[in-house]
DNA sequence: CGGAACTTGCTTTTT
DNA sequence: GCAAGTTCCG
């Protein structure tokens, strides 16, 4: 076992270190995982301690997902550590004794839409101004309560609007334990109380899980921190791995100073700093550290390499989004053309937001490509009304999942009589299942609507019984059927039905692989890894290379030859929401940070002059992390404020355009709109028969034809260098006025 | 009661 | 610019 070999010394220290706490600080590429897998090999193998006594929390399912891959890699196929996510583990405990505090163990999880209908009617029953107590605002900052380790007991009421909050958080942790539903926030919290008002329960875990590992301990909450101290118990073999630089979740109620004080909550610790970097060049390193340097609430610390210095990290200026993403897909096929792997390519952006402009550049240029994050399969509606019938089967007490369904398709079960259902349920205080029987069989409501609430408690009775008997997927097939939803979508004009139609087959289809998968088979799992897991894993595309898109929080932890990081500007990067509160800034730093650290060769940082947000257009200037680059390891960095030369279609026309006033809004010269106004926005004014244009590759032509509309607007231009035609997309064409 | 037409408010980031 | 929520009408 060549357990030690290719380590570097500070990780054979981390590896071979025995019993007590341990703080691994270790930096952007400097092996974290390998030592992680490593230790728990070395624990496995050189001190006998068996597997299934090995605990490993991460934050994401990706995380955990890659470490037990790198696990069973190295120890085979025999028995393994269980490595999850703090929520699945949560779940796991709270599964097998949930009873002691009064849930049932197949509680539902409830996703933050789930939660938002809950609060809602706490909001009406607790007569709140909901211009006052925004629902939103209030499912926050119950979240926050949550992650600080609060219950409904434990705000203070120091004042009438904090005692409000105080009363609706009460309200709401009651209707969940009346749905037998918990939320994210619950499976921490319930957890750690779980532990504390049960010693016994807690003694059971002790005894099981004896070496537990923690994963990015730099963005755990007070909740997370305290439940990793009750796991430690008194033996404390604990072991954390995490990076100050590298804390992105305060948001979601990390404190940063859990890992910067751990050496004071566990006085015993031994420290371990990993500070050689492996993965980028000297430039991308050295860049990186510079953003982040800036920050005050951090370890002092510099990471090495041995790597070559490498190109110059590239910084571009774009006249518009469309730009932007045009140059990615140009630059990732310069990649390929020089031998590079598609799948070593990743684009970066702040806001989910920003994605769809991407997409459709690589669609029109033909670059494969997936998305991590966005919107959640499992989250789209139709998918969450069919596993609404699920969940209620699952647990009937599922108020939320209940109401969405009962007219859902329409069954001519209106507002009128769900409202009396739901009165007659909270003046009794049972689940609304419950009177919903008393309306289909009691005296509750008029005999016409009576008939259709029995009508579908028939059709619901009729489902259960379907499940016993069939697998997950064919019942699901039948009730999408069955149900009058699946004809529903039918009637609806194809271009919204289809989709839908299609993401329902991708619902069974996802069940099915799920049924001829390891482990359990039954439905309360499959709701619980969707819950949990909360989108379709889709390795199963055959490995096909394809670049990445996602968002600078789901980067951490990956690297990429070639990375571009997107709409590096002020307000959107750092978010706006961060421009008034330094915390804040230091946060959008290390996301920063986290960024450029992800690339192991080329580095892209891109902005434009103007963006479309929220149907506006904006001018927003640099991110002012482009100025703490220094110039020398920039491409770019010396013209910081330069459109880019190549691709600057009116740069001829005013050479003006290439000095710095560029993002004053006054300077601003009319003639950089013309571009601008060629990108349809909605097929306005822009473009016309017989309009003389201009076009970055093909030069001066007219147009000849126009097509479609909107986004899939097309035109047949006749060019002059072609001596002939040319279909173009008009959004993608950039084509510019002649 | 159901569906169409209109209005709103929204965007950080994820389990 | 969009999806979800609300209002209004048949």
């Not at 007070?222 to 948001?251: H, K, T």
């Not at 030069?699 to 047949?716: A, F, L, M």
Request: charged content about 30%; glycine content about 8%.
């Amino acid at each position: 076992m060549k357990l030690l070999h290719n380590l570097n010394p500070p990780q054979k220290e981390a590896v071979q270190h025995g019993e007590g706490p341990l703080l691994v600080l270790a930096g952007a590429g400097s092996g974290k995982t390998r030592v992680i897998v490593h230790r728990i090999a070395y624990l496995i193998h050189e001190r006998g301690v068996p597997p299934w006594q090995i605990l490993a929390v991460t934050f994401t399912n990706k995380a955990a997902g890659e470490m037990r891959e790198r696990i069973r890699h190295m120890l085979g196929d025999g028995e393994t550590p269980l490595v999850s996510t703090f929520h699945s583990t949560c779940a796991r405990f709270l599964r097998n004794d949930i009873k002691s505090l009064g849930y049932d163990p197949n509680f539902a999880i409830y996703d933050d839409k789930d939660c938002e209908r809950l609060l809602k009617d706490c909001s009406a029953e607790l007569n709140l101004d909901e211009k006052r107590y925004p629902v939103k605002l209030l499912g926050s900052s119950i979240d926050e309560f949550k992650n600080q380790g609060m219950t409904p007991f434990d705000v203070p009421a120091d004042s009438p609007y904090q005692a409000t909050l105080a009363r609706v958080y009460r309200c709401y942790q009651e209707r969940l334990k009346r749905c037998n539903a918990v939320d994210f926030g619950d499976l921490l919290l319930l957890t750690v109380q779980l532990f504390e008002e049960h010693p016994e329960v807690l003694e059971k875990y002790l005894k099981r899980y004896r070496w537990i590992m923690v994963d990015e301990y730099q963005d755990t909450n007070p909740v997370q921190y305290r439940l990793v101290q009750l796991l430690a118990g008194e033996r404390q073999n604990l072991c954390v791995v995490g990076d100050d630089d590298q804390s992105i979740y305060g948001w979601r109620g990390a404190d940063i100073r859990n890992i910067l004080e751990f050496e004071k909550d566990f006085p015993n610790v031994k420290v371990v700093k990993l500070e050689q970097n492996y993965r980028s060049t000297k430039n991308i390193l050295d860049g990186a550290w510079h953003v982040v340097q800036k920050n005050r609430g951090r370890k002092p610390k510099r990471l090495w390499t041995d790597n070559p210095e490498g190109e110059s990290i590239v910084y571009r200026t774009l006249p518009n989004e469309w730009e932007e993403a045009r140059l990615v897909c140009r630059e990732i096929e310069r990649f390929l053309s020089e031998g590079g792997d598609l799948s070593e390519v990743a684009v970066f952006y702040r806001t989910n937001a920003q994605s769809r402009v991407i997409e459709d550049a690589m669609v029109a240029a033909s670059v494969p490509y997936h998305m991590v994050g966005g919107v959640r399969f499992y989250a789209r509606l139709e998918v969450k009304d069919i596993l609404a019938y699920l969940k209620v089967l699952d647990n009937p007490a599922d108020d939320v999942s209940l109401k969405r369904i009962i007219n859902t398709p329409p069954r001519g079960i209106g507002n009128t009589t769900v409202q009396r259902i739901a009165e007659f349920a909270n003046e009794k205080g049972i689940p609304f299942h419950d009177a919903m029987l008393e309306g289909a069989y009691g005296p509750l409501l008029p005999a016409a609507a009576k008939g259709k609430v029995a009508a579908f408690v028939n059709e619901m009775e009729g489902y259960k019984a379907l499940s016993e008997k069939l697998p997950l997927s064919e019942l699901t097939a039948a009730v999408i059927n069955d149900s009058g939803y699946y004809a529903r979508l039918k009637s609806l004009p194809r271009d919204e039905g289809q989709d839908r139609i299609e993401n329902l087959q991708e619902l069974v289809t996802a069940m099915q692989v799920y049924e001829t998968g390891p482990g359990e088979k039954g439905l309360a799992d499959f709701l619980e890894q969707v819950a949990l897991v909360s989108d379709l894993e889709h390795e199963g595309d055959g490995k096909k290379a394809s670049a990445t898109l996602m968002t600078l929080h789901s980067a951490k932890g990956l690297e990429f030859q070639l990375v571009f990081m997107i709409g590096m500007e002020e307000k959107l990067f750092p978010h706006a929401r961060a421009l008034e509160n330094p915390e804040q800034m230091e946060e959008e730093r290390r996301l920063c940070y986290v960024g450029m650290t992800r690339a192991k060769k080329r580095l892209f940082l891109l902005n434009v002059r103007r963006r479309h947000i929220f149907g506006q257009e904006q001018m927003n200037a640099p991110a002012r992390f482009i100025a703490d680059i220094p110039k020398e390891l920039l491409d770019g960095g010396d013209l910081w404020q330069r459109s880019e030369p190549s691709h600057n279609f009116s740069s001829s026309s005013s050479s003006s355009h290439n000095l710095a006033s560029l993002f004053e809004d006054e300077m601003e010269p009319e003639v950089a709109d013309n571009e601008v106004r060629m990108v349809p926005e909605d097929g306005e004014d822009g473009i016309w028969v017989g309009m003389k244009v201009r076009h970055a590759q093909f030069g001066p032509g007219t147009i000849r034809k126009i097509e479609g509309e909107g986004d899939n607007q097309k035109v047949i231009v006749w060019f002059n260098s072609l001596g002939g035609p040319k279909k173009l997309l008009v959004r993608f064409a950039g084509l510019e006025r002649a």
